[in-house]
T-cell receptor
Framework: EAGVAQSPRYKIIEKRQSVAFWCNPI?????LYWYQQILGQGPKLLIQ????????DSQLPKDRFSAERLKGVDSTLKIQPAKLEDSAVYLC??????????????FGSGTRLTVV | AQTVTQSQPEMSVQEAETVTLSCTYD???????LFWYKQPPSRQMILVIR??????QNATENRFSVNFQKAAKSFSLKISDSQLGDTAMYFC????????????FGKGTKLSVKP
């Protein structure tokens, strides 16, 4: 099966600019996650979608970050305006769940954002 | 809230030898999953091994095995016959049980396998 696709792979922007990342999950995976991984740390959840609804966005800095998952498939994550501390790798993952069963995660290769 | 702690920022091992990476976690739940992920420079998170908390038997995947101590909340990863391709960041992660849930990661251990 095709993996989780993310683009772009790299992005360099100046502070106060805006940026958007795109994720295409594995076909049929209802749950989609965006993680932020700052250099030297483990990934931290930003937002979790179930189909096109938000399950958890408690750690999303909503004053500058936004995310959507139209039609319950692709998702975009936007930062506006960017700050220096937003420099990180942004990972997208998807998973399949039916009822109470859950089958694991698949991660994309991430987007490395550098804010200068 | 659940937390995951990896106390070894960096480790190294000679090729063909065995290395153990440590992980402890904190939770009040009884039903959960634990994972070890490998992250090479390509950045993609690759699942190494998975353990369901209700299973007493330690998970094993080829050269990779875990020592799961539920009472001690410890979940260490043993890599046997280390290979150069094992060089990567290794993350321990926790997920609570059920169909909804996200991964909580530790800070990672950078493993270097030396020829």
């Amino acid at each position: 099966e095709a993996g989780v696709a993310q683009s772009p792979r790299y992005k360099i922007i100046e502070k106060r600019q805006s940026v958007a990342f795109w994720c295409n999950p594995i076909s049929g995976h209802a749950t989609l996650y965006w993680y932020q991984q700052i250099l030297g740390q483990g990934p931290k959840l930003l937002i979790q979608f179930q189909n096109n609804g938000v399950v958890d966005d408690s750690q999303l800095p909503k004053d500058r970050f936004s995310a959507e998952r139209l039609k319950g498939v692709d998702s975009t994550l936007k930062i506006q305006p960017a700050k220096l501390e937003d420099s990180a790798v942004y990972l997208c993952a998807s998973s399949l769940a039916t009822g109470v069963l859950w089958y694991g995660y698949t991660f994309g290769s991430g987007t490395r954002l550098t804010v200068v | 809230a659940q937390t995951v702690t990896q106390s070894q920022p960096e480790m190294s091992v000679q090729e063909a030898e065995t290395v153990t990476l440590s992980c402890t976690y904190d939770t009040s739940e009884n039903n959960y999953y634990l994972f070890w992920y490998k992250q090479p420079p390509s950045r993609q998170m690759i699942l190494v091994i998975r353990q369901e908390a209700y299973k007493q038997q330690n998970a094993t995947e080829n050269r990779f095995s875990v020592n799961f101590q539920k009472a001690a909340k410890s979940f260490s990863l043993k890599i046997s016959d280390s290979q150069l391709g094992d060089t990567a960041m290794y993350f321990c992660a926790f997920r609570h049980g059920g169909s909804q849930g996200n991964l909580i990661f530790g800070k990672g251990t950078k493993l270097s396998v030396k020829p």
